[in-house]
């Protein structure tokens, strides 16, 4: 059985991206959440913009989305941990008690 750590980090969380979107000039790039093409939709391609954060240079910006997508991580590892999400560890097929959990 995996461990809430192993199912968090093969969980696709998108990649990290930036764009030339930022409304002043002095930090023109925005953190993007590429999160690929999508089998459904209207649009081929998912994104998120992360909003309200703009930055200088698109490292800058790129490393904040990827901070955000290693934050997700994290709380879903916690989230499995925690006794109050049952349904949440069934369906990543975990023991429906959290302390069953290695």
């Known amino acids: 059985m995996k461990t809430p750590e192993q199912i968090a980090a093969e969980f696709d969380f998108g990649k990290p991206s930036a764009a030339k979107r930022g409304r002043r000039k002095e ?9 690929g093409r999508q ?14 954060l703009a ?10 989305a990827a ?3 290693d934050g997700n991580r994290t709380e879903l590892a916690r989230k499995l941990r925690d ?7 069934l369906q990543y097929g975990l023991p429906e008690e959290a302390h069953d959990i290695r």
Do not use: C, D, S
């Open 27 to 35: 930090w023109p790039f925005v953190p993007i959440i590429n999160y």
């Open 39 to 52: 089998p459904v939709g209207v649009y081929m391609t998912r994104t998120m913009q992360l909003k309200g």
């Open 55 to 64: 930055y200088a240079t698109r490292e800058e910006a790129v490393e904040r």
């Open 67 to 69: 901070k955000h997508i």
């Open 83 to 89: 006794p109050r999400y049952r349904a949440l560890r």
